[in-house]
């Protein structure tokens, strides 16, 4: 079975980085009109392998990375010529969403007693980040004195595959909701977002395709709402003043035009000590408030992700007025942060131990950076040698230290690794 998976995983990496295939792929974009040196396939192994290891400050950085991965001596001037194209970000767009569309195992199941209730758990969520204030008018910035240039990635993500599933690159001022999924794809699952992405319309649409969902509201609304144990109503502002400072309140929002919903608020709970109020129709009977909480918290999953990209892939490190090169490097760099993903989970599968993804992230710079020659120069039994080196040093080195904990308050309090099915 553990061989079955490694062969997986392997042909998986070969059918990404097969050159015919990112080679035909970039002559139909307009990234090569005839065979040079800087091949798409050759560009898009160095910027993987140079922006995963999370050390690269420059574009020079990624083209020394080129040269020593390929054996090769071109000069800084053509390597640039090929970043700069319009097609560039457009082919690194197209292998990063190819790679999200493999099906490989999934990294977590949810516990027994929730495996009949949902198919999937998707979070939807976005982060930003500065770029070049040269670009202001490709990428205007929401907030002009600080960040006058600004990209949003806008993101939905499956916390079973701990990957995700759509990536949409934007300005930083462009709506957030018009990037959520649609509710008809979400049936059957639990869908949770921020109080962003809260609007009634939306919550009514995945109600009707029989979608689950835990949404954070505003602290500012104020419909009226009775509560579940003595029924009194009164408007829910008044309810969270009488909330105690560790208290859970459960509620049926009645909004003056809409459906009735439970709304469950937790006093005190984020960053900023303000009570988290969030809507759901998940039933009380089978989902008590405390549970509805233990869901919710999961959703921070998707904000260690943004902080992986960010912290470990350079996301947030381009320093280029050239709209182009920015795309092509966000994308390389998102591309690079889920093929690490991958091999954690892979090896994760073959050792059968549970593994910390921010702990591979961090040490990229030991194991990804010689993976990626290794598999730039091999193929065959070479090509499996590589990327058993690469799992073995994860096995090794990675493991996640307070499984015990996480299993009484964390992530497996809700979900089981599957490397221990």
């Not at 794809?185 to 609007?199: H, N, Q, R």
């Not at 989970?345 to 993804?357: C, F, G, I, P, Q």
Request: hydrophobic content about 45%.
């Amino acid at each position: 079975m553990k061989q079955q998976q490694d062969i997986r995983f392997l042909n998986a990496f070969e059918r990404l980085f097969s050159a015919n295939a990112l080679d035909a792929l970039g002559q139909q974009l307009g990234l090569m009109q005839r065979r040079r040196h800087v091949t798409p396939q050759k560009l898009c192994m160095a910027l993987v392998s140079a922006l995963g290891a999370g050390t690269t400050q420059s574009i020079a950085d990624i083209h020394r990375q080129f040269n020593h991965l390929h054996g090769t001596d071109i000069k800084l001037k053509p390597f640039h010529k090929q970043l700069v194209k319009m097609a560039a970000p457009e082919f690194m767009r197209e292998v990063f969403e190819k790679a999200l569309a493999l099906h490989l195992p999934d990294m977590f199941a949810i516990r027994d007693k929730y495996q009949e209730m949902f198919k999937r758990i998707i979070l939807q969520d976005g982060t930003s980040f500065a770029v070049h204030d040269d670009l202001m008018l490709y990428f205007p910035g929401r907030f002009n004195e600080t960040s006058p240039a600004a990209i949003e990635l806008h993101v939905t993500y499956d916390l079973l595959k701990a990957q995700p599933d759509c990536v949409s690159l934007t300005e930083d001022i462009a709506p957030e909701r018009h990037y959520l999924p649609s509710p008809a794809a979400l049936t059957g699952c639990l869908f949770m977002a921020d109080a962003g992405y809260f609007s009634k319309h939306y919550v009514q649409q995945l109600h009707e395709a029989s979608a689950y969902f835990i949404m954070r509201m505003s602290n500012s609304i104020n419909p009226m709402a009775v509560c579940s144990v003595s029924q009194q109503k009164k408007p829910l502002k008044t309810w969270l003043k009488e909330l105690p400072g560790t208290g859970v309140l459960d509620l049926d929002v009645h909004w003056p035009d809409g459906p009735v919903y439970r709304c469950v608020a937790f006093a005190a709970l984020d960053h900023k000590k303000r009570h988290v109020l969030v809507c759901t129709n998940l039933g009380r009977e089978q989902f008590p408030a405390t549970a509805v909480g233990d869901l919710y918290r999961v959703r921070w999953q998707i904000e260690l992700l943004f902080k992986e990209w960010k912290s470990m892939n350079n996301l947030n490190k381009f320093d280029t007025c050239h709209a182009t090169i920015v795309e092509t490097l966000i994308w390389g760099s998102l591309l690079a942060a889920t093929l690490k993903r991958w091999l954690i989970n892979a090896a994760e599968k073959k050792y059968n131990r549970v593994l910390s993804l921010f702990t591979g992230a961090k040490s990229a710079h030991m194991w990804w950076l010689p993976f990626c020659i290794d598999i730039a120069v091999s193929s065959g039994a070479d090509l499996v040698n590589a990327m058993n080196n690469a799992m073995a040093f994860l096995a090794q080195h990675c493991r996640r230290q307070n499984v015990k904990r996480d299993q009484k308050t964390g992530l497996f309090k809700l979900l089981n690794n599957t490397a221990n099915q």
